[in-house]
């Protein structure tokens, strides 16, 4: 049985450094084929995908969040951590990790945490 | 502005069948096999209902269904029933960046 769950601040100041951790169970990111991405959602809008780590330490990133955006794993722990740099209210949304299937496919998901960002 | 276009809302009564499109380009929708679409009920987490444009996980009821026509896919659910009633969103992969989801669709079951 595959679980995520997501971890971290649910409430950051304007600038600052964002990281949430992912804490996953059901499979192993040392799997070839396996990815875990990161998915956010401003409330009331669209999904928004920001990036994936592959089980070869391979990364893509949302072109227009890469300058801000690094994922890294830690494959002992099973976990994968989100970093966003330089927050801004507009980033306040509810950030979610996902099993990533196939080329574009995220097969389960965790609850996600909704992230605040305000002075 | 997403990059993946659906339209804000659909509706049907039970029993009918609805389509929600999703219009990409070639570079996405229309240039690969990777298109995938999920439900989400408020306050959940979304849930994989389709992929590979027409695949359906285990679990999934058959009355969805997907398919693509150029740079076009379509959700059908058939047998419109009441737990339906959600907010769906298509993805694909995109040559350009990677993965793109679209704007989402709220369907509301008359």
């Known amino acids: 049985q595959i679980t995520l769950k997501e971890s971290g601040p649910t409430l950051v100041r304007p600038t600052q450094t964002l990281t949430l951790t992912c804490s996953f169970s059901?499979?192993?990111?040392?799997?070839?084929?396996?990815?875990v991405g990161w998915i956010r959602q401003p409330p009331v809008k669209a999904l928004e995908w920001l990036g994936t780590?592959?089980?070869?330490?391979?990364?893509r990133y949302s072109p227009s969040l890469k300058n801000r955006l690094t994922i890294t794993k830690d494959t002992s722990k099973n976990q994968v951590v989100l970093i966003m740099t330089n927050m801004d209210p507009v980033d306040t949304a509810t950030y979610y990790c996902?099993?990533?299937?196939?080329?574009?496919?995220?097969?389960?998901w965790g609850q996600g945490i909704l992230v605040s960002v305000s002075s | 502005q997403s990059a993946l276009t659906q339209p804000a809302s659909v509706s049907g009564s039970p029993g009918q069948s609805i389509t929600i499109s999703c219009t990409g380009t070639?570079?996405?929708?229309?240039?690969?096999?990777?298109v995938s679409w999920y439900q989400q009920r408020p306050g959940e987490a979304p849930k994989l209902m389709i992929y590979?444009?027409?695949d359906r996980p285990s679990g999934v009821s058959s009355r969805f269904s997907g398919s693509t026509s150029g740079n076009t896919a379509s959700l059908t659910i058939s047998g419109l029933q009441a737990e339906d009633e959600a907010d769906y969103y298509c993805?694909?992969?995109?040559?350009?960046?990677?993965?793109?989801f679209g704007g989402g669709t709220k369907l509301t079951v008359l």
């Open positions: 590979e444009v027409s």
């Open positions: 070639s570079s996405d929708v229309g240039g690969w096999n990777h």
């Open positions: 780590i592959y089980w070869d330490d391979d990364k």
């Open positions: 996902a099993h990533r299937v196939g080329l574009a496919v995220f097969d389960h």
């Open positions: 993805s694909s992969y995109s040559s350009a960046t990677t993965l793109v």
């Open positions: 059901g499979f192993s990111l040392n799997s070839r084929g396996v990815g």
